[in-house]
């Protein structure tokens, strides 16, 4: 049974800091781990890639503000997030692309709540 479990969510000022943390269980291999956001009534939006290499992508509103992260053998990543602006706000999802049944799995989301 797969879980993806997501952490480290809150509110914060505009121009803070946060960390998320996200792991994943019941997956032997995966080929990409990362993280979606979903604003108020928006879609839902790709922030962040990494692979088992460390190779990571991150969206262009994102680059240079956030840092993607992770632990291969623990399945677990995270998202350091720095310069917060109030257009980060939303739910942020984590996700797991599974190398054996080729499968994407999320979690249920944390909630990142930036003022301005």
């Known amino acids: 049974q797969v879980q993806v479990v997501e ?3 809150g509110l914060v000022q505009a121009g803070g800091s946060l960390r998320l943390s996200c792991a994943a269980s019941g997956i032997i291999s995966f080929s990409t781990m990362g993280w979606y956001r979903q604003a108020p009534g928006e879609q839902r939006d790709w922030v962040a890639t990494i692979t088992p290499g460390g190779n990571t992508n ?4 994102v680059k240079g503000r956030f840092t993607l992260s992770g632990d291969n053998a623990k ?3 995270y998202l ?7 257009e980060d ?8 692309n599974s190398r054996t049944d080729w499968m994407k799995y999320w979690g249920n ?3 990142v709540t930036v003022s301005s």
Do not use: E
Request: hydrophobic share 30%; aromatic share 14%.
């Open 7 to 9: 952490s480290g969510g």
């Open 58 to 61: 991150y969206a262009v509103s």
């Open 75 to 77: 399945k677990t990543v």
């Open 80 to 86: 350091q997030m720095n310069s917060l602006k109030p």
């Open 89 to 96: 706000t939303g739910v942020y999802y984590c996700y797991i």
């Open 109 to 111: 989301g944390t909630l």
